[in-house]
């Protein structure tokens, strides 16, 4: 019998059997065989790149329990390659978001040998899919991919260009801020709330613009409070002093139909103050600890704290 056939009918055995810690010793050591290296890599191609290996070997991640699976994980990543394609499709297809995200942290180890296939993939239909694929091409770190990205921001589903636009701000993408824009823009009710989280990545005069504008409705329904507190966090990472007026004529303002949402974000709007410049804060502070508003009262303790020193 030759080494090859004596190898895979081991290797079937361990597979049948659940022995993956023998499987991952044995890749280990033809790996580390010195004698011919070219013969090696075609003994380890042929044994362990197989579909029908591969395929036993991820199906195992669902039919073994808990505890082997972290060695079943340890072997698919040492053998790499071969198991990229196998695991875009079980990406695809797989209700368990569990278990998905094992594929997705096993893909993004690899690293670029699952470039090209992920890319290939890039024309599937599945928004979910393609979600997972923009978060695998930014796992590589190439702002050269953006190119191949950039249709996404325009895909019909709004996940989807969601993570487009995400990864046009991670990799400084001079497209970002117009894409950007005209998420903010969309004639929807309002805008996503997506959109307006990654306006604090934003430093362009007209998404900051937009975001004040956005701020003057003063919506105050259940999702317009949504929206007004997902403003206020983003300003204050952007933290440009010019907010404040707005900022102040909201702290400063009544809502008779929704008083204690107007307060929860009067109180949000008080605690996004700290990021801002002590000298742009500091009349707001004191026209708060001057005030005589009942329902100001709160505020006006922790203004005269803060323009004392004391903590907040």
Known sequence: ISLKKHLSNLIQHFTDTGDF????????QLSSRRKDMSESQDLLNSLFASYRFTREVVHALTLWPQNKRKVI????????????????DRLAEEKDRSIRSQYLRL???MGPVIRSEVVRRLKDN????LRNLIVLLRGLNDPGLMDTIEPMLRHPHQRVRQEALKTAFYFRDPRADATLLKELNRAAPQPPLWAIALARQSRDPRVFNRLLGLLQRRDLTKEGLALQRAI?????DIA??????????VLFGFSFLHPRRHKALQSLIVASLKHYSHEATEPIYRRLA???RPDLADFRQRARRRISGAPS
Do not use: C, Q, Y
């Open 126 to 129: 599945r928004w979910h899919l």
């Open 232 to 236: 206020v966090a983003s300003l204050a």
């Open 107 to 109: 893909l993004e180890k």
């Open 240 to 249: 440009n002093p010019v907010a404040l007026r707005d900022l102040e004529r």
């Open 73 to 88: 994980l340890a072997l698919i990543e040492r053998v790499g390659t071969p198991f990229v394609p196998l695991l875009l």
């Open 21 to 28: 810690t023998a499987l991952l010793d044995l890749h280990r």
């Open 290 to 292: 001057r005030g005589m």
